[in-house]
């Protein structure tokens, strides 16, 4: 029982270039979330997915995309990365009222 | 909308002291409230919870409740230890979690 994985671990993107964060749980769970986090800033949901099929906007969704691929596996995509995406990105999923369970995160930098 | 405030840090504090970390929240309805811990270059960990009024959660030594009249749920420790310096984070959940800013905890030996 992994839980929610992620990957890459860590990722180093020039201006414009494009990439897909993967995110895969195991849990069974409906809902999954990407947020990102930075300093001072606490964490901020972009996208979430809240039963397979269905994705919603969070906080900050501009210059991100989803795909809900199935019950398990909710992907991020930066189509044309930019300065301001340097962060560190955590994938979740949750059952309602149970709380969230997180990956470990994705730390990138975009130069 | 939902919104938490928890205490701004950092805290430093020394083995075996006191730790206490405030929330307070603002909700319609009546949400299940959280904390999570972050430790150093890891994602976040569920520390503990409580899903209705005076509802007490518990964990590793740390306790938060569910106070509806005052809408806090503030984190005590009796006696913190080098290994609980993290980040914590108070939340509350109706269909999706809002999160505090997060405190950093540093205990000193």
């Known amino acids: 029982n992994a839980g929610v994985t992620q990957t890459p671990k860590f990722q180093v993107l020039k201006t414009g270039q494009s990439m897909t964060l993967q995110c895969a749980q195991d849990m069974n769970h409906n809902s999954m979330y990407w947020y990102r986090q930075d300093p001072g800033m606490g964490l901020r949901l972009i996208y979430y997915?809240?039963?397979?099929?269905?994705?919603d906007k969070g906080e900050v969704p501009n210059g991100y995309n989803v795909s809900r691929l199935n019950k398990r596996e909710f992907s991020l995509r930066l189509e044309s990365a930019a300065p301001s995406q340097t962060s560190v990105y955590f994938c979740?999923?949750?059952?309602?009222?149970?709380?969230?369970?997180f990956g470990p995160g994705t730390r990138l930098t975009v130069l | 909308g939902n919104s938490v405030t928890q205490m701004e840090g950092p805290v430093t504090l020394s083995e075996e002291a006191f730790l206490t970390i405030n929330c307070t929240y603002t909700a319609t309805g009546y949400p299940s409230l959280f904390w999570y811990v972050q430790y150093p270059g890891e994602g976040l960990q569920l520390l503990l919870k409580?899903?209705?009024?005076?509802d007490k959660g518990s964990n590793k030594g740390f306790e938060a409740t569910y106070r509806k009249e005052t809408t806090s749920f503030h984190l005590e420790k009796g006696s913190v230890q080098v290994s609980d310096s993290a980040v914590y984070f108070c939340a509350l959940n109706d269909y999706k979690l809002s999160f505090g800013a997060g405190t950093t905890v540093t205990v000193r030996a």
């Open positions: 979740a999923s949750s059952e309602r009222g149970l709380g969230e369970f």
């Open positions: 409580a899903t209705k009024a005076d």
């Open positions: 997915s809240a039963s397979e099929g269905t994705t």
